[in-house]
């Protein structure tokens, strides 16, 4: 069985193509912009929340927290921080806390590596 660190690892930090997508729909450049700066501003108070739920031993709080950051990270293609996001999701629905620190302790340079990813995938932002 593949070690799961490594898999998370060999998965792209960003695929451009969803926003590459609202471009090519016509979306305008700003609004790539826009949303890169929200993902800017909303995910590191949305790490503190999914941290706190899982100081809490919180899962279902812990579980929605993952939820709703897979959704947002998938929206703008990165693809390692959304599976990251996916697996803390995974485990809190069942209930599996013990693991999940090391996980959560990884997303800030997840959210580093995301942002710089898509400064580069997308100038000006």
Known sequence: MPDPERVLNDLPVLDPQPLRDLLDLGASPALVQELIALFQEDVPARLALLQRAL????????????????????????????????????????????????????????????????HSAFPGS
């Open 55 to 118: 100081c809490a031993r919180d899962a279902q709080q812990t579980m929605m927290e993952a939820h709703q950051l897979k959704g947002a990270l998938s929206n703008l293609g990165l693809v390692r921080f959304a599976e990251s996001a996916s697996r803390i999701e995974a485990q809190a629905r069942r209930g599996q806390l013990d693991d999940l620190p090391l996980l959560v302790e990884a997303l800030p340079k997840a959210y580093e590596d995301g942002l710089a990813a898509l």
